[in-house]
């Protein structure tokens, strides 16, 4: 079945820096990627996705990479604040109507003003 | 606010005991998901339901059933509950309307403590 590794499972820097966050896949099938951010006692938020007929995807601070023939997907999120402080988990489905996501392990991010 | 709603938030019970948790999806989603959340194991999908009939099955225990309702609410039922089933447990929801895609949203969680 599928497997998505995350790297690296905690991250720190300071605000405003950039922070990036890679995951990669094994099944070649996958065609969904979808990224999460927790905060502590929350449920896991949908910020950004990106579908495999596409190599990048942008929403204001944050962008989405995917790399098909490298089975990998980054997270990189410009111009970090303190409120970016959470658990960041990547995650992969075939995407057809109703698969299961398969998440990473969770990278937490920790941005220090 | 995701719109998916989980009840109830904190769980307290002994071993070998049955418990209930319940979600409302978002209004209008038609698919409901399981999922546990551990400090080892991470977010694991356990079982979704789709109007009210199972659709995929992940890892979810033999002592664990789920079902969903024809108001589209869905109940995790956990029995005979051992220490290790101690967890955060998230009910996702998503619209399934013919597409290939599958933007899940997910509630709040109901943490479940088993002494």
């Known amino acids: 079945g599928e497997n998505v590794e995350q790297h690296p499972s905690t991250l720190s820097v300071q605000e405003g820096d950039s922070a990036v966050i890679k995951c990669t896949y094994s099944?070649?099938?996958?065609?969904?990627f979808p990224w999460y951010k927790q905060e502590l006692g929350k449920g896991p938020q949908l910020i950004i996705d990106?579908?495999?007929?596409?190599g990048e995807k942008k929403d204001q601070r944050i962008a989405v990479t995917l790399n098909k023939t490298a089975k990998h997907f980054s997270l990189h999120i410009t111009e970090t604040q303190p409120e970016d402080s959470a658990v960041y988990f990547c995650?992969?489905?075939?995407?057809?109507?109703?698969?299961?996501?398969?998440f990473g392990k969770g990278t937490t991010l920790s941005v220090s003003s | 606010d995701s719109g998916v709603t989980q009840t109830p938030k904190h769980l307290i019970t002994a071993t070998g005991q049955r418990v209930t948790l319940r979600c409302s999806p978002r209004?209008?989603?038609?698919?409901v998901y399981w999922y546990q959340q551990s400090l080892d194991q991470g977010l694991q999908f356990l079982i979704q339901?789709?109007?009210?009939?199972?659709?995929a099955k992940g890892n979810i225990l033999e002592r664990f059933s789920a079902q969903q309702f024809p108001d589209l609410h869905s109940e995790l039922n956990l029995s005979s509950l051992e220490l290790g089933d101690s967890a955060l447990y998230f009910c996702?929801?998503?619209?399934?309307?013919?597409?290939?895609?599958?933007?899940?949203?997910f509630g709040p969680g109901t943490r479940l403590t088993v002494l």
């Open positions: 990106i579908r495999s007929n596409v």
């Open positions: 995650a992969a489905s075939k995407g057809q109507a109703g698969t299961a996501l398969i």
């Open positions: 996702a929801s998503s619209v399934i309307a013919g597409g290939p895609y599958n933007e899940q949203f």
């Open positions: 099944d070649s099938a996958s065609n969904y």
């Open positions: 209004s209008g989603d038609l698919s």
């Open positions: 339901y789709y109007n009210g009939e199972e659709r």
